[in-house]
């Protein structure tokens, strides 16, 4: 069994940075995740996307401001449990208590600190035909590594941030990005917006607003985005990438 003062349950930026909290105060941590790796969201889901929010970073990439957050609390020497999902908290006679996880690891303490974000969260995926058969062949959900997109035909669905940053961020690497929304205004920052708009007026990108993606064509590997205008016109693009970016929906797991 592990012994610690503090079990914290989820391993994002707020776990991580609770450790460091706990450090000033002298108390040891063990931090679990249901991910096999430290940083939550960030390193799970956008890894390689800019932030713009960070007080005293103009601008920080997600996994730069995880393993900085690591070498923060590095000091306090925190222990870890990845890939393991917490199921189970027990309260002892004493007051402390023991935290189990999916692979019955126990973890001995006196707090337990639940910094589980929403939960483990799943992309939305939007009803077109074909989608799920085109996964990992062209379709993808989120982007891990934007240079696996370099000189590529790139189709992004989505009127949120993601879409947004993630345009303005692959103009500079893939070869042709098209962003498709159903409106012609976006959900995402007014700022994030009137670069996108800004790109698009200098040809960096290319913009169809009132437009849905209706089809997907292909054979093995996505070759073609169907684009359904307002008028109910459809244009093929030749793409080697379509990513629908329409939010993630979170999974509440036990502790929730
Ligand atoms: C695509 C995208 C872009 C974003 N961009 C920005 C941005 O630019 N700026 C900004 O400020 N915010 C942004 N956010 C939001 C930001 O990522 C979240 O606010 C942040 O991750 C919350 O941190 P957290 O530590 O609370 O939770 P999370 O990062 O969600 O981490 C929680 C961790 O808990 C784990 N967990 C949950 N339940 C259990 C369990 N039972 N057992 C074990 N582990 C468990 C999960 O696996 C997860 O790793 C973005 C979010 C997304 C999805």
Redesign the pocket.
């Known amino acids: 069994m592990i012994t610690t003062d503090i079990c914290i349950?989820?391993?994002?930026?707020?776990?991580?940075f609770s450790v460091f909290e706990a450090g000033l105060l002298k108390m040891r941590c063990h931090l679990?995740?249901?991910?096999p790796q430290?940083?939550?969201?960030?390193?799970?889901?956008?890894p390689q996307?800019?932030?713009?929010?960070?007080p005293g970073y103009p601008t920080i990439k997600?996994q730069e401001l995880v393993d900085n957050l690591m070498a923060q609390i590095a000091p306090f020497k925190p222990t870890f449990t990845l890939g393991?999902?917490?199921?189970k908290v027990e309260r002892q006679p004493d007051g402390s208590l023991i935290v189990r996880?999916?692979d019955e690891t126990e973890v001995h303490c006196q707090v337990m600190v639940?910094?589980?974000?929403?939960?483990?969260?799943e992309p939305r995926k939007p009803e077109i035909p074909d989608l799920e058969r085109f996964e990992g062949k062209g379709v993808a959900y989120?982007v891990k590594n934007p240079e696996k997109f370099r000189d590529k035909n790139v189709v992004i669905a989505g009127g949120g941030?993601?879409a947004l940053?993630w345009t303005a961020y692959l103009a500079d690497v893939a070869k042709n990005v098209t962003l498709i929304h159903r409106s012609d205004s976006f959900r995402g920052a007014p700022d994030s917006a009137e670069k996108v708009f800004k790109l698009a007026q200098h040809g960096r990108i290319n913009l169809l607003l009132q437009s849905n993606v209706v089809g997907l064509n292909g054979n093995g590997h996505l070759k073609e985005v169907v684009v359904a205008a307002k008028d109910k016109s459809t244009t093929q693009l030749s793409s080697d990438f379509f990513i629908p970016?329409f939010?993630?929906s979170p999974k509440?797991?036990?502790?929730a």
């Open positions: 349950v989820g391993a994002g930026p707020v776990g991580l679990i995740d249901a991910l430290v940083g939550g969201q960030l390193s799970e889901i956008y996307k800019p932030i713009y929010d960070i997600a393991e999902r917490v199921e996880t999916s639940i910094a589980g974000g929403l939960g483990c969260f989120m941030d993601s940053d970016l939010g993630l509440l797991g036990p502790i």
